[in-house]
């Protein structure tokens, strides 16, 4: 269904307003019930990716840092089996993910008195068997598997729904019998930046001449678009109108 501007702005606000937990997320469900799972999900990931940009830098300073793995250190002496940094992500207000890679980095750094390449934290954070010390690798765990938003497990499942909703619409294109490029094929032409689809004949929807269809696995608000609009789309620009889907799922502001 559509989504107004005004019903957007309702959802962002009561986001505003809660932790960022599946807890939050089924209260969304119960407060919006005319929407799709699908539409609150990517909204609730935007937003709370918005926030957790803003607030970034704080949980960085080298203050910061040294008090979240003193934390972790007291809290798992404690007591080892329970979620010190899952709940200390969460009091925080702050991805359990990203607590989880400030932790793994200062262990890291204490053991082995360097600062440790990212492509080594994001192996660890992939796979936290590699980790030397089992009871953080468990707390990394934890972090990982709790995390809506962010960690390696949410970048495969977004890179798992961008794949399928790409050939999805490619089999929509050829069960309308529309002549296209793909973006496969226009990168093998040594094109750099490309959209998922050009149409060879443009086709009007809805009053509007398409000309290439760019596919995203996450929700169109509008700092999105104008983001994307810098970064890739002035590029694309055909003629004078191109569309975006993001999952099919589409915002009209009214």
């Given at each position: 269904?559509?989504?107004?501007k005004?019903q957007?702005?309702?959802?962002?606000q009561?986001l505003?307003?809660v932790q960022?937990t599946?807890q939050?997320?089924r209260?969304?469900?119960?407060?919006f019930?005319?929407?799709?799972?699908s539409?609150?999900?990517?909204?609730f990931?935007?937003?709370?990716?918005k926030?957790?940009k803003?607030?970034?830098?704080?949980?960085?300073?080298?203050?910061?840092?040294?008090?979240?793995?003193?934390?972790?250190l007291?809290?798992?002496?404690?007591n080892?089996?329970?979620?010190?940094?899952?709940?200390?992500a969460n009091e925080v207000?702050?991805?359990?993910?990203?607590?989880?890679?400030i932790?793994?980095?200062r262990?890291l750094?204490?053991?082995?008195?360097a600062?440790?390449?990212?492509?080594?934290?994001n192996s660890?954070l992939?796979?936290?068997s590699?980790?030397?010390?089992?009871?953080?690798a468990?707390?990394v765990y934890?972090?990982?598997?709790?995390d809506?938003c962010?960690?390696?497990l949410?970048?495969c499942?977004?890179?798992a729904?961008?794949h399928?909703?790409?050939?999805?619409?490619r089999?929509?294109?050829?069960e309308?019998?529309l002549?296209f490029?793909a973006?496969?094929?226009l990168?093998?032409k040594?094109?750099d930046?490309?959209?998922d689809?050009?149409l060879?004949v443009?086709v009007a929807?809805e009053?509007?001449?398409i000309?290439?269809i760019?596919s995203k696995?996450?929700f169109?608000d509008?700092s999105?678009?104008?983001?994307?609009?810098q970064?890739q789309?002035w590029?694309?620009w055909?003629?004078?109108?191109a569309?975006?889907l993001k999952?099919?799922?589409?915002?009209?502001?009214?």
């Amino acid at each position: 269904m559509k989504l107004s501007k005004a019903q957007y702005d309702e959802i962002a606000q009561f986001l505003g307003q809660v932790q960022p937990t599946r807890q939050s997320l089924r209260k969304l469900k119960q407060k919006f019930p005319s929407q799709s799972q699908s539409t609150l999900l990517s909204i609730f990931s935007q937003e709370y990716q918005k926030q957790v940009k803003r607030t970034h830098a704080k949980h960085h300073t080298a203050e910061a840092v040294e008090t979240y793995y003193q934390r972790y250190l007291n809290g798992v002496m404690k007591n080892a089996a329970a979620p010190v940094l899952l709940e200390l992500a969460n009091e925080v207000n702050f991805a359990p993910s990203l607590m989880a890679r400030i932790v793994l980095e200062r262990f890291l750094q204490e053991q082995e008195q360097a600062i440790p390449s990212k492509t080594l934290i994001n192996s660890m954070l992939r796979d936290p068997s590699q980790i030397p010390d089992g009871v953080l690798a468990n707390q990394v765990y934890q972090c990982t598997v709790n995390d809506c938003c962010y960690g390696p497990l949410v970048d495969c499942i977004k890179h798992a729904i961008g794949h399928e909703h790409e050939v999805l619409l490619r089999e929509m294109l050829l069960e309308k019998n529309l002549s296209f490029i793909a973006e496969d094929q226009l990168r093998a032409k040594g094109y750099d930046k490309t959209p998922d689809f050009i149409l060879e004949v443009p086709v009007a929807v809805e009053g509007h001449i398409i000309h290439w269809i760019e596919s995203k696995a996450s929700f169109g608000d509008e700092s999105s678009h104008q983001a994307y609009l810098q970064d890739q789309f002035w590029s694309y620009w055909n003629r004078k109108v191109a569309v975006r889907l993001k999952m099919f799922l589409f915002l009209f502001f009214s």
